[in-house]
């Protein structure tokens, strides 16, 4: 049974952006294995404090996250 894991940083992304990611996902991993495996694919959407991701060494925020999709950051 497939078990797909994301992990992103809190507030960056509406509860209809994640279940956006969850459904195509899902698509995904059925496209490759086929459609009788799509009622056991599993999809965990784990949100990670902002804060508490870091890239560089660096600790990223909400609002960082938020200005770097804008082209921002």
Do not use: H
């Amino acid at each position: 049974m497939p078990l797909i894991e994301v992990k992103v940083i809190e507030n960056v992304f509406t509860p209809a952006q994640k279940t956006q990611m969850v459904k195509k996902l899902t698509d995904a991993m059925v496209e490759i294995e086929g459609e009788n495996l799509r009622s056991v694919t599993t999809v965990i959407v784990e949100e990670v404090r902002s804060g508490d991701w870091a890239m560089g060494g660096k600790p990223l925020s909400s609002n960082e996250v938020k200005a770097i999709a804008a082209g921002k950051g």
